[in-house]
């Protein structure tokens, strides 16, 4: 079955940095458009980035600028490499792939920032 395991949250400062991993298994990786989305207490998950497999990307608005997502598909592996943290980032960070009619998710990663 497909799983997907998120690592590299944790807490920063604001205007700090964070690489966010997420390991693939049980799909062919290089197929599969890849995303990160965020959800923060009270409020839906969002869109953060999606990557596709030709490497392809696309961002949220408040995404862009400070984050970036890419992909190893070698080590059937997606980063977010998020830059300049706000406190309004801070969140419950899923990785999702794409099966095209289904997704499957990661358990997240929680990301605070704050001082």
């Known amino acids: 079955q497909v799983q997907l395991v998120e690592s590299g949250g944790g807490l920063v400062q604001p205007g700090g940095s964070l690489t966010l991993s997420c390991a693939a298994s049980?799909?062919?990786?290089?197929?599969?458009?890849m995303g990160w989305y965020r959800q923060a207490p009270g409020k839906q998950r969002e869109l953060v980035a999606t990557?596709?497999?030709?490497?392809?990307?696309n961002y949220a608005d408040s995404a862009k600028g400070r984050f970036t997502i890419s992909r190893t598909n070698a080590k059937n592996t997606v980063y977010l490499q998020m830059n300049s943290l706000k406190p309004e980032d801070t969140a419950v960070y899923y990785c999702?792939?794409?099966?095209?009619?289904?997704?499957?998710w990661g358990q997240g990663t929680q990301v605070t920032v704050s001082s």
């Open positions: 049980g799909i062919l990786f290089r197929l599969h458009t």
């Open positions: 990557i596709t497999g030709f490497g392809n990307t």
């Open positions: 999702n792939a794409d099966l095209g009619g289904s997704a499957s």
